[in-house]
T-cell receptor, first 116, second 114 residues
């Protein structure tokens, strides 16, 4: 596809369940970002990959959150033992080159996670 | 630390009227500044960005923004809004770091009055 795609678009989980959210970046994009957007708030940075290397995970809120990009393309954000406070829209973005915010980030439509 | 403030949570303007959305940033050096728009069910779309040079930046959809260092502001403007401009608008700041991350404001929701 031409843009960043994410799946599923909607996910409902019971508290304590594990979830996996997928991001397909634009083909050839080196950088990949995950953001969390709570209701009524702006996106907050979670983690950043340059190819398969996770260069920054400072935004991950707890050790229940884990992200990977094993082949430098598709990425998965995994949340273990989900809690109600994890309910949010999870956004993925990719950019063509590595390093620096001057490179435009292209965002996917997001996955809305609701934890009951 | 970098931060972005959008003081207006919700703004309503009449179709055809001019628009200005406010954004103030906090950053020690020259920031990289962005405006994004988010329509319901859509991903964030970049409207415009400022890195250096001319402080008046033109973007897509007829939007422009002006960087004012003395006021730490980067307000978004449009001379005449259209009903399709109704959306959430986010100002953001970025800087070179290992993360290359962007810090977003909390957003301003724009409604258009027919």
């Amino acid at each position: 596809g031409a843009g960043v795609s994410q799946s599923p678009r909607y996910k409902v989980a019971k508290r304590g369940q594990d979830v996996a959210l997928r991001c397909d970046p634009i083909s050839g994009h080196v950088s990949l970002f995950w953001y969390q957007q709570a209701l009524g708030q702006g996106p907050e940075f979670l983690t950043y990959f340059q190819n398969e290397a996770q260069l920054d995970k400072s935004g991950l809120p707890s050790d229940r959150f884990f992200a990977e990009r094993p082949e430098g393309s598709v990425s998965t954000l995994k949340i273990q033992r989900t809690q109600q406070e994890d309910s949010a829209v999870y956004l993925c973005a990719s950019s063509l080159v590595a390093g620096g915010p001057t490179d435009t980030q292209y965002f996917g439509p997001g996955t809305r996670l609701t934890v009951l | 630390a970098q931060s972005v403030t959008q003081p207006d949570i919700h703004i309503t303007v009449s179709e055809g009227a001019s628009l200005e959305l406010r954004c103030n940033y906090s950053y020690g050096a020259t920031p990289y500044l962005f405006w994004y728009v988010q329509s319901p069910g859509q991903g964030l779309q970049l409207l415009l960005k400022y890195f250096s040079g001319d402080t008046l930046v033109q973007g897509i959809k007829g939007f422009e923004a002006e960087f004012k260092r003395s006021q730490s502001s980067f307000n978004l403007r449009k001379p005449s809004v259209h009903w399709s401009d109704a959306a959430e608008y986010f100002c953001a700041v970025g800087a070179y770091s290992s993360a290359s991350k962007i810090i977003f404001g909390s957003g301003t929701r724009l409604s258009i009055r027919p």
